[in-house]
Each structure stands twice: as structure tokens, then as C-alpha cells.
């Protein structure tokens, strides 16, 4: 698989990673990894946000979507 | 988690929420029926309006006050905004003991003020037509059998509560609609035989703001709303645990 964004740019670059949302394929360059907080317990219990995150790869649209920018 | 001081400070809130709304229903419920004669000694007033309805109304209160409270306190506090849930909880283990005393002090005072603010804001009448919405045994209703309504009532309520919200497997997000739609039903049914606490803080409340504010002196009939919900609430959640537990085949 191919970078999509270096694609529409005309350069041929290998694909790292996938975006999470949409499924683009993404270079080193444009893949942007979030670390997503984990949180355990609610209702009857409190939650307690736990230590470890999880990884998130996003491409830059779809980053910039769930930002809100 | 967030700190100690910001749970008790959500199951402050919630149990004033509770009680200002749930109990309020029923004070406002008798005070739009005062002075109308009341056909036999076990109808005080709610019942007059619609019948079963008018506990109906007043459960459902006291429903989407505690939906509302458990939606947004939920993941803060666990919204116990319930002595007797609190302790149910940390008779199974799954609550910590230090954290038990600051809980129900928690909630003793949310429900305490919604009583006095009630007062202020609706007026004497709240308190000398309403009772602030205390709880006692209806006419012809034992000490015993008003005990053992509240148990049962709140064995309901904390069979809901391990079934949708503390066993792991329930499906996520119905907690708050469900709990609070099985209070109102809990409340439609026992309401005219105990008032239908199952919740020593909402019981509280009332016979406090009563005392200080000069209404009837309640206190005698208290340790049924202490000793009805806490056994009603642990032995469910006992059962609850006893039931579910996985058994290798």
C-alpha cells in the first residue's frame, strides 16, 4: 500500500501505517499517532483513568475532523 | 479517580437532587389535594388526584432525578446518593471501607439541605400541609411489615443496580433510565404503605428539616428506613453475586 496523501502529491511512497477512520494509507511523514486515555468504571463505580493509553494512527484530515479544528 | 473531597461532593449534590425533586413531588402532591375528604383513613391525600397515579407521578420524580443524577454523576462518584446502596457495595467488596463514613455523610447532608431549601422556597405550608415529604408507616402498617416492605422495595432497586450497572457484562449506557424507571415502580407500589424510602439519607432529610423547622417528631419511626434498605440492598447484591458467579462445567 501506498502513502494517499504523497500519492495525490505525485510521489510513490510505501504505506507505515492506516488511518483509523477512514482507512488511508499513510507514510512516516503524514500517519500522526494519538495516545488515547484509557478510563475504567462508571456507574456504580468511579472511574479511574488508567496509566497505559492507547494508540490511535490518524491521517491529517481526519485528525484535524476529530479536533475540531 | 478524582479526589475523596469531589465524590462527596457529587453525592452532595445528588442526593439534594433526589430529595428536593422526589420529595417535593409528594409534598406538592398534598398540597394541591388539601382539604378535599380523603375516603378512608389509609388515603392521606396522595391518591386523591389520580389514584395509583399520583404514586406514579411522585416515582417517576423521584425517577428522572436519579437518571439525571446517575448520568452525570455517574463516572465521577459512582452516584450511590443511597446509604444503603453504599453499604451493599462494600459488603460484596467491590467499595472501599475508608470511604464508606464520607459517602453517607455525603449524602446525609444533600439530603438534609434539599429538605430546608424545599421549606424556603415553597413555604411553611411545606412543611404543615407537605411533612417536607417524610417518611412513615400508613395507617394500619406495623413496624415489621413496614420493615419488611422497605427491604423488599430496596431489594428491587439493588438487584436493578448489580444487574445493569455493576455486573460487568450488562450493556452500557442504560444504567441511569432503568435504575430510575425501577424506583418510580418500586414507589408507585409501596409508596401508600411506607412512603417508599428505600434510601435512609431521603428519609433523613425530612425528619431533620422537621425537627429544626418545628413539624411532627419522626425519629421513632427512622430505624425502619436504616434497617429495611440495608438488609433489602445487601442481601441483593449478595444473591446477585451468588447467582451470577461462573461455575466451571
Redesign the interface.
Known amino acids: 500500500m501506498k502513502c494517499y496523501i504523497c500519492a495525490q502529491m505525485g510521489k510513490d511512497t510505501d504505506a507505515v501505517a492506516v488511518c483509523i477512520v477512514c482507512g488511508m494509507g499513510l507514510c512516516m511523514d503524514h500517519a500522526i499517532r494519538e495516545e488515547v486515555d484509557i ?1 475504567e ?9 488508567m496509566e497505559k493509553t492507547i494508540p490511535r494512527i490518524l491521517c491529517p484530515p481526519c485528525y484535524e475532523g476529530l479536533k475540531g479544528d | 479517580m478524582v479526589s475523596l473531597s469531589k465524590r462527596m461532593l457529587a453525592e452532595f449534590i445528588g442526593t439534594f437532587l433526589l430529595v428536593f425533586f422526589g420529595a417535593g413531588a409528594a409534598v406538592i402532591t398534598l398540597m394541591i389535594s388539601a382539604g378535599q375528604p380523603t375516603p378512608n383513613e389509609f388515603n392521606i391525600g396522595i391518591g386523591m388526584l389520580g389514584g395509583l397515579g399520583d404514586w406514579l407521578a411522585i416515582g417517576l420524580a423521584f425517577g428522572f432525578a436519579i437518571a439525571a443524577s446517575i448520568y452525570a454523576f455517574g463516572r465521577v462518584s459512582g452516584c450511590h446518593i443511597n446509604p444503603a446502596v453504599t453499604i451493599a457495595l462494600w459488603a460484596i467488596k467491590k467499595f472501599p471501607s475508608g470511604d464508606v463514613i464520607p459517602y453517607i455523610i455525603a449524602q446525609l447532608a444533600g439530603a438534609s439541605l434539599a429538605s430546608f431549601l424545599f421549606f424556603a422556597s415553597v413555604g411553611p405550608d411545606a412543611l404543615a400541609i407537605g411533612g417536607l415529604g417524610a417518611t412513615a408507616p400508613f395507617p394500619g402498617i406495623g413496624y415489621m411489615q413496614a420493615i419488611l416492605v422497605e427491604a423488599i422495595g430496596t431489594f428491587l432497586l439493588m438487584i436493578a443496580i448489580m444487574g445493569v450497572a455493576v455486573d460487568r457484562k450488562a450493556t452500557p449506557g442504560f444504567a441511569g433510565l432503568i435504575i430510575g424507571l425501577t424506583v418510580a415502580g418500586v414507589i408507585t407500589t409501596i409508596g401508600n404503605i411506607t412512603g417508599a424510602s428505600i434510601n435512609p439519607a431521603r428519609t433523613f432529610g425530612p425528619y431533620l428539616g422537621q425537627m429544626l423547622l418545628g413539624g411532627a417528631n419522626l425519629w421513632e419511626f427512622f430505624p425502619i428506613y436504616i434497617i429495611g434498605p440495608i438488609v433489602g440492598a445487601v442481601l441483593a447484591a449478595v444473591a446477585y453475586n451468588y447467582m451470577s458467579a461462573d461455575t466451571a462445567t
Open positions: 478510563w468504571g462508571g456507574y456504580p463505580f468511579p472511574s479511574e483513568k
